[in-house]
């Protein structure tokens, strides 16, 4: 049997980080031959993760915690150890390594990459702009030179055979899910969601800081609510101790942080609240609005075609750029409390893939055959 390298020694923070720890947890739980020839290399923050949940990595061939840190990883020496390996699988990459002499399977979720000319790029001043496309292009050229990659969703697959021209037979598309968590309540950890304050409507969103999550437009839309429309809304993130001390004192100020959450800690930070918020511009896919839908949540999510393709009729829908369109589609929801689609958004997510079909789709890819039951 080939041996196997499930590396995840470069996801710190964000959905990269959930889908890991999901992925491993799943795997743990299936056929034990299939561990015999695994080996994971993971992150502090994976390993943190899966220690909170409790589950028993060393039934695995072995388990390594490393960490490497984008482009600073082609330094790191960790592609020499891909050798002693016939498939290695970087969750998300890119995987900065020129190295081969195994095959090596990527996951592909950059969204500047599918679209560079995208809103925060036409904003940004020419030195920027030189910066951040030298960045793409370089993260494409390692991309690129994985034997094969896999994403997410249908369009992200469609975009990488047209436009950066990709071969179609070396794309597989596996749909990203919730973690089987949120079907666990006995693994859930409330110490977050205890700490959030009493208010009259709280709206919230799981999310780095990252420029297209967009995330500074919750200042304008809390401001209009109160000005405008008289209602007592409350905003929740959950940004690091770093990001929230680079935001500006206005943001700190009208907007409550919980900190970065956990796996675990995220099904209970859903359940304090009365609706989740999804003002992004630009991913390949997330699933937060996925997420929101299982914990039966009104989901106000952005315009924007990437968000329907995941989230049908069951959103309520806003212009991301608009912060009076984006506290109107609030106000009008808090004046009616229309509830009747959070059953049927509910039932559609349950329809969908689930981890364990995702982790059975991933290990049917690194072993050339198909394994789910």
């Known amino acids: 049997m080939n041996k196997i390298c499930i590396n995840s020694a470069n996801l710190h923070v964000g959905g990269g980080v959930q889908v890991a720890v999901s992925f491993l947890a799943e795997l743990l739980q299936m056929d034990a031959e299939l561990l015999e020839n695994v080996s994971v290399f993971a992150s502090s923050e994976v390993d943190k993760n899966l220690k909170n949940l409790g589950v028993n990595v060393s039934l695995f061939n072995s388990y390594e915690i490393i960490n490497v840190y984008g482009f600073r990883s082609f330094f790191s020496g960790l592609d020499r150890r891909f050798k002693d390996f016939n498939v290695v699988f970087t969750i998300f990459g890119p995987e900065y390594s020129l190295r081969r002499g195994c095959r090596h399977i990527v996951g592909f979720a950059q969204p500047w990459i599918l679209y560079p000319n995208n809103e925060i790029f036409r904003g940004l001043n020419f030195f920027q702009k030189v910066l951040i496309s030298l960045k793409y292009k370089i993260q494409w050229l390692f991309f690129k030179s994985a034997d094969q990659l896999i994403v997410e969703l249908d369009h992200a697959k469609f975009i990488l055979e047209t436009s950066k021209n990709f071969p179609s037979e070396k794309i597989e598309v596996v749909l990203n899910t ?196």
């Open 178 to 373: 919730i973690s089987s968590v949120y079907m666990d309540k006995s693994k859930w950890d409330h110490s977050r969601a205890a700490k959030l304050p009493e208010s009259a409507f709280k709206v919230g969103i799981v999310s780095r800081d990252y420029p297209h999550k967009n995330l500074n437009v919750l200042v304008p839309v809390s401001q209009i609510l109160k000005d405008k429309y008289l209602l007592n809304v409350d905003f929740f993130v959950t940004l690091t101790e770093q990001e929230w001390e680079m935001k500006d004192e206005v943001f700190r100020t009208t907007i409550n942080n919980v900190g970065s959450l956990t796996v675990a800690q995220c099904p209970p930070f859903y359940e304090s609240l009365d609706a989740v918020i999804f003002p992004t511009l630009l991913e390949c896919f997330s699933a937060t609005p996925l997420e929101a839908m299982y914990m039966k949540k009104p989901l106000f999510a952005s315009d924007r075609p990437f968000v329907r393709d995941v989230c049908k009729n069951f959103a309520i829908y806003f212009d991301p750029l608009a912060p009076e369109d984006i506290a109107k589609k609030i106000a009008i929801y808090l004046l009616s409390e229309d509830d009747e689609n959070l059953e049927s958004a509910f039932d559609y997510v349950k329809k969908l893939s689930n981890a364990r079909v995702r982790a059975e789709k991933y290990m049917s890819i690194l072993l050339c055959k198909d394994i789910r039951g």
